[in-house]
């Protein structure tokens, strides 16, 4: 839908790092650029996955997805000027809710290393 996207979408699948959680504060036109670029992609693809037999943890896939592609977004107005990098502020946060580490972080590498579906 983006070609324009493709190499820096490359870049950003090949880091190991983003902005994750889907939250941002941008000026009203910037918002409503990435809104229309962003429900555009996930419209889309809504068209093409069938979600029925899927689990709960599966059918978040959009909530995934956009997350990954805001660093995309986010990125490809920095490299073509749009956005300048020192005007990007990362401010810390607090997850209040208790995470069982050695269960969260044993799924991953089972994910990772033996190719098993990711499920929480």
Not at 2 to 9: G, K, N, Q, S
Request: aromatic letters at 16%; one cysteine or more; hydrophobic letters at 40%.
């Amino acid at each position: 839908m983006y070609p324009e996207y493709i190499e820096t979408y490359d870049k950003v699948l090949r880091q190991t790092s983003g902005h994750m959680f889907n939250m941002m504060i941008m000026d009203r036109e910037l918002l409503d650029e990435y809104c229309t670029w962003l429900f555009n992609i996930l419209a889309e693809l809504e068209k093409k996955i069938d979600v029925r037999h899927m689990s709960h943890f599966q059918g978040r896939y959009c909530g995934r997805v956009s997350e990954i592609i805001f660093n995309v977004w986010l990125d490809y107005q920095i490299e073509t000027g749009r956005i300048d990098r020192s005007e990007v502020k990362i401010l810390p946060y607090v997850y209040m809710e208790k995470i069982d580490w050695v269960k969260k972080i044993s799924k991953f590498l089972r994910a990772k290393l033996f190719h098993e579906k990711y499920e929480v």
